[in-house]
């Protein structure tokens, strides 16, 4: 058997040229084989279809065509965010410019733990962080780290925090707050979080200033820019003023609300942002990248000092004193793919102006969706969007017929909806990001919902 050619080097292109035929090919055969968002069955169905298709794992021989093969399968099975009718959950169909730069990230292969592994990408990663850092924090000269996602970006926060303030750093949050908040303080050993009610699904001011009066010691608000379940922004002006009068450190999850920097009409709606010690991004939600694109801006530079770790075989002191960049002290992670090339190319082929047309966009279909709703005698609004999220429920059902519902419709492979409970009951929830959806398509879902509630 001939050596299996690589993907870079003289011969990579060529190399790669049929191989993307095949994938393209299959990924469209996949497609029309599924035929809606989801693969119909439920999961019995679609594991032994991909059982089927799979075959043996590590045969004696190798199959020329599984590439096509496994790629068909995946595509048949996957829930595509694409479709108009899949909106659960924070996962965007990725743009095809930034797909497009993935593949050469993959083909380069560049590790971002040392200057002579990624020469380029690490000069691209510091002028991307950066620039996205003054987005953030305007005029402070702050800086990026690249992060898997909000969840990576939070653990980091929490330990900048600790790092700054000592060990014993209380962690304050909303119990409208990310799971990843909670489960960073237990990771890193922090004392057990104080959970501020957020009766109307926001952090309560009142509440968080009793808890900052009678706690003593270091500690870090977490505020919220765009919740899981509903989409809504903590009064960011108002836990700010909280923070500076007892003296606490203020971290805002912002993983799926900070795009509307990029929007020149939705930009208000994060005022109090750069008040902000830390803040979650997370660009493979409201920003339309593959997985994974996080990051975590930080106001004050000298806060990264605590990830500073030496390595004689990356960052020996007398490599660094000679000039090469120290690439260690930005993540926790050693190995890093380029991430940032895909953001990179993105925001340079869009441009500020493309990316905030393509969030008003999306928030302009979520106002359409609850405008349909409220006008439906058979639906019940939770509330306005704030963001691209929408809360609805058949009228008079109960919470268990919510839930059926949501399944029957997963189980046909119709329409992927989410689940959110809010006013303690729970919710259909519709997560719009994708900016190619059409009013028709709003009215479609209703109508299928409609459709699925009685058995």
Known sequence: MSTPPLASGPHGTDALRPLLDTVLDALDTGRRARGGPLPAGGPHTTAAR???????????????????????????????PADPLCAAHLHCAPLAVATAADL???????????????????????????????????????????????????????????EAHGGNTRLICGANAHHSLKRAAWLLGLPEPVIVPAPAGTLDPAALAAALHHLTGPRLVAATAGTTDAGLIDPLHDIAALCRV???????DAAYGGPLLFSDRRRHLLDGLDTAHTVALDLHKLGWQPVAAGLLAVRDTHDLTALHQRAAYLNADDDSRAGLPDLLGRSLRTTRRPDILKIAVTLKT???????????????RAEQLADLITAHPGFELYDRPTISTVLFRPAHADDDTVAAVRRRLLTDGRAVLGRAHQGGRLWLKATLLNPHTRPDDLAALLKLVEGHTTP
């Open 50 to 80: 991909l059982r089927t298709a799979v075959g043996d794992v590590l045969p004696d021989h190798g199959d020329p065509e599984a590439l096509g093969t496994l790629v068909h399968a995946l595509a048949e099975g996957a829930a595509d």
């Open 104 to 162: 050469a990230a993959c083909a380069l292969n560049p590790s971002l733990d040392s200057w002579d592994q990624a020469p380029a990408a690490s000069e691209l990663e510091t002028l991307v962080t950066r620039a996205l850092a003054d987005q953030v924090f305007p005029g402070r000269s702050g800086d990026a780290l690249v992060t898997t996602g909000g969840t990576e970006a939070n653990h980091l926060a929490l330990l900048l925090a600790r």
């Open 246 to 252: 007892h003296g606490a450190r203020l971290h805002i």
């Open 350 to 364: 869009l441009g500020r102006s493309g990316l905030g047309t393509l969030v008003d966009t999306v928030c302009e």
